[in-house]
């Protein structure tokens, strides 16, 4: 018996992180795809002065997947959906400037820019989790 609580409660952990990857992963995917459709259209410059509006949106986004799909799995669902955000936020920095390297001969986020917007995607983060939070709490009232 101890033994099969071991195996669900390992299954369920596993299936959280699941959860929370893939809401991270959707945010950094829709920030990669954004900036490089970006850079097919517009300048360098405009593509940095675009960049915190493309980076809140998808952290937004990322807040608010990572609420409605653990349905009340997590004690702390705000902060989780900051630290989903912020993780959102490196993860795409980083392949950001790993494509721009490559392909540009140089950076396009510089250490400034990045603790900017690592506050902006905590900020987006926290209010995309707000909105699902509230979504979530009238659709169990109606």
Known sequence: MEYTNVCLWIMNKSDLFKKIAYS????????LLLVVFFTTLMSYGTIEKLLPWVIGFNAALTGYNLITRINNSLKYERISA????????II???????????????????????????????????LGAILAIKHLNIKKVS
């Open 82 to 89: 900051v630290g989903s955000g912020t993780l959102m936020v």
């Open 24 to 31: 991270i992963i959707v945010g950094v995917l829709g920030s």
């Open 92 to 126: 795409t920095v980083v392949l950001i400037n790993i494509i721009f390297f490559n392909f540009m001969v140089g950076y396009l986020i510089d250490f400034k820019d990045l603790i900017f917007l690592i506050a902006i995607g905590a900020v987006f983060s926290g």
